[in-house]
């Protein structure tokens, strides 16, 4: 498969922050939960949800809800960084750098400052540092999707397409309706001789 640009692939990881950020706005937020133990069973309850879904208009709603919980970290002071930094991430990635930096810093256990970060990272062409920081993510969150899809980029980023299908792979079993679904991963199987699963 002729190697895409990487420039390709930023807008791509771009498009789909912005597109996180509407899908997001438009799912009515629930009260933020009240311990961690409430919000680790919520959690549970939308993957079992997704798990058992069959329609898309559904499972949308479901990993919408599920990243509106990824992005409580139960301080509102750090929330509000986070949204500064998610609209930095927009138009000058660099920008959100520091603020990511104080995020995991302060908040070491909460799973989304390091998978912000790590999209940062991966914007910024530091696939390593991106890649150590997904790592983190998975040893907290390990259901996290959208860092295992961010390992399938950076892995196609790389030329290493069967390993960027085998991270899309394990993110389609946790999430049936990841969009990588239906374009990126027929197109590596194709480009690495595989019959679509």
């Known amino acids: 498969m002729p190697q895409l640009g990487r420039g390709f692939w930023c807008v791509v990881a771009i498009i789909a922050t912005l ?15 009240s311990s961690d133990l409430a919000r680790a069973q919520r959690l549970d309850e939308l993957f ?9 208009s ?11 919980l990824w992005l409580q ?5 750090i929330d509000e960084a986070m949204q500064r930094a998610v609209l930095a991430m927009g138009g000058a990635p660099a ?11 302060r908040a070491p256990q909460w799973a989304e ?7 940062v990272l991966y914007l910024l062409g530091e696939h390593d540092r991106s890649l150590a920081d997904i790592d983190r993510v998975l040893a907290l969150e390990p259901r996290h999707f959208g860092a295992l899809a961010g390992i399938g980029l950076i892995r196609m980023d790389k ?3 069967r390993l960027a299908l085998a991270a899309f792979r394990r993110a389609l079993a946790i999430n049936p309706f990841l969009k990588e679904r239906l374009g990126l991963m027929p197109a590596l199987e194709k480009a690495i001789g595989e019959k679509p699963i």
Request: charged share 20%; no cysteine.
């Open 19 to 33: 597109a996180l950020g509407e899908a997001t706005a438009q799912v009515p937020a629930q009260p933020p939960a």
């Open 48 to 56: 079992a949800l997704l798990k058992a879904t069959k329609a898309e």
């Open 58 to 68: 559904d499972g949308d709603e479901i990993v919408a809800a599920i990243w509106t």
């Open 73 to 77: 970290s139960g301080n509102a002071e």
């Open 95 to 105: 920008l959100a750098l520091p603020i990511l930096d104080d995020i995991v810093a």
């Open 113 to 119: 400052g390091w998978n912000k970060r790590a999209t």
């Open 159 to 161: 030329g290493e397409n």
